[in-house]
Each structure stands twice: as structure tokens, then as C-alpha cells.
């Protein structure tokens, strides 16, 4: 067990010039383990000092990776084979940003969504109507948004963060899209197309596909071509088809990886293509 005063006098002795007294306060880290954290995180909040929330940070990153590492490794085991179970996983990734999340949190969050919801969309609507409802009510009602002012920043890049703030990626946004859908029993899915994540809305009657960084906009195959080659990219069929749960989870974590790169956090990086190594050994 450890106090507020240790955490705060190790943290202290960090500054200590002296390799021996370093090595010692690592070790000492190393022991606490977890049981630090919820101190450590404490100190974080409270701190107004950029610098020692950068160092507190990469502390706590380095006590709780190697549990997440091995946590992922084991949902990887059990598999990631439908939609509830990519929900799970993207949450858990998102313990990379944030160490302390409460998954059950959020999926308490994602649940109340669809329920809000559920009563505008299951009776004296079709299908096209049922798929503009829920579309609606994510990018209008709740106010879910690309975000423009911060592209590529981290938190567009974690389900939580992207829940709280409603801000995101177009591949997060899509995710919320498809977890409500999921409990909605709403044919939604993902479309790995190159640069830019699509949602396809797949019904008996039409496939509708969707841009979730533009409001949920209706476009057409003729739009998404145009914008591929702008971007000098062939567009090919491949480029449209419905994305596997285990590749949703891989763009992510390549996501992540390039927001990384950006900030010059070579350590992140490192420890998101170990995650990486761990989902392509079971591709």
C-alpha cells in the first residue's frame, strides 16, 4: 500500500540528479504497481503544472500498459468476431489514454443512448426512415461532430473520450453509429475506405452509403470515387466493402499510431505497434 505523501515525495525525488536516487523511485513505482495509480491520477488532476502532468502521465502509462497489454491479449483469444465484441475491445484501447476508464461506464452511456432513441424508431416507420432517425439523433440531437479544429489529436481516436466530448474521427463516429445500431438491430456497418471511414446502411431493399464526418450526409459511389482520386488513389471495389470487426479495431490502433507520430511520442508509438503485433498474429 503506499499514501498521498509517498506518491508526492517519489515524484519529488525524480528531480534528483543522483542515477542511484532515479532508479530507486522507478522501483519503487514498479512495486506499488496499480495500487499507485488512483494517488497518482489524483496528483495529475490537481497539479496545474503542465510539466509534472506530462511526467505523472507517462507513469501511470507505464505501470498500467503491460495489464492492458495482457488484457488485450486475452479479448484477442476470446476473439473479435462480432460487433459487441469490437465494442469491447475499442473500449479497452481506450484505457491506453486513459488508465482509470470503467468500461461498464460507457457502455452504460451507449446503452442509455439507444434507449432514448428506441421509441422514435420501432413502430410506423420503414426502413429508410428508421435508418435517417437514428442518423439524425446521433449527429443532430446528440450533436456528434468531425472534428475540425483538432483532427489529429489522440482523443478523437478513443470511443470514450470521442462519447464525452462528442468529437471525432469519421471511424469513431461511425462506431457510435453501429453500437447503437447493434442494440437497435439496425443493419449499419463500416467501410475501410482509403483516408476516409464510411458507414454503409444495408437494408432488403437499398445499400445507402453515409459520411459520418459530415453530418451523416447521404453520398453516393460517384462522390467517393471523385474524393479518392483527388487524393491520388485508384479507387478499386475492395475500397468499398464492408469492413471486418478485427480491421475497424486495426485502423484504429494505425490511427492512433499516426496522432502519436505527430506529437513526437516515439514510447507511445512503440507500445501501440506491440498491440498491433498482437491483432496481425491472428489475422
Do not use: W
Not at 230 to 255: T, Y
Amino acid at each position: 500500500m503506499t499514501t498521498k505523501s509517498e506518491i508526492e515525495s517519489l515524484l519529488l525525488l525524480m528531480d534528483d540528479p543522483d542515477p542511484f536516487i532515479q532508479e530507486s523511485v522507478h522501483n519503487r513505482f514498479k512495486e506499488l504497481g496499480e495500487n499507485a495509480v488512483p494517488l497518482l491520477d489524483e496528483f495529475r488532476v490537481e497539479t496545474t503544472n503542465k510539466d509534472d502532468k506530462k511526467r505523472v502521465s507517462q507513469i501511470i502509462h507505464q505501470i498500467t500498459f503491460p495489464v492492458l497489454k495482457a488484457d488485450f491479449q486475452e479479448l484477442l483469444d476470446r476473439g473479435v468476431r462480432n460487433r459487441k465484441d469490437l465494442e469491447f475491445a475499442v473500449l479497452t484501447l481506450s484505457r491506453f489514454g486513459n488508465p482509470t476508464l470503467r468500461i461498464e461506464e460507457y457502455q452504460k452511456k451507449l446503452d442509455h443512448f439507444a434507449e432514448m432513441v428506441e421509441p422514435t424508431i420501432r413502430y410506423r416507420l420503414d426502413e429508410r426512415r428508421k435508418m435517417k432517425q437514428l442518423i439524425k439523433f446521433v449527429f443532430e440531437d446528440l450533436n456528434f461532430k468531425g472534428d475540425t479544429d483538432d483532427y489529429h489529436n489522440p482523443d478523437n481516436c478513443f470511443i470514450d473520450q470521442v462519447i464525452r466530448r462528442r468529437r471525432g474521427l469519421p471511424i469513431t463516429l461511425s462506431m457510435v453509429v453501429m453500437f447503437l445500431a447493434r442494440r437497435l438491430e439496425m443493419p449499419f456497418f463500416g467501410v475501410n475506405m482509403p483516408i476516409h471511414f464510411m458507414l454503409n446502411y444495408v437494408s432488403d431493399k437499398e445499400e445507402v452509403l453515409i459520411d459520418p464526418y459530415d453530418n451523416g450526409a447521404i453520398v453516393s459511389y460517384d462522390q467517393c470515387y471523385f474524393f479518392l482520386k483527388k487524393n491520388n488513389i485508384e479507387p478499386k471495389p475492395d475500397h468499398f466493402k464492408i469492413a471486418s470487426d478485427i480491421e475497424v479495431l486495426i485502423r484504429c490502433i494505425r490511427n492512433l499510431i499516426h496522432s502519436y507520430e505527430r506529437l513526437e511520442q516515439p514510447q507511445r508509438v512503440a507500445d501501440l505497434k506491440e498491440l498491433l503485433g498482437l491483432i496481425e498474429l491472428y489475422e
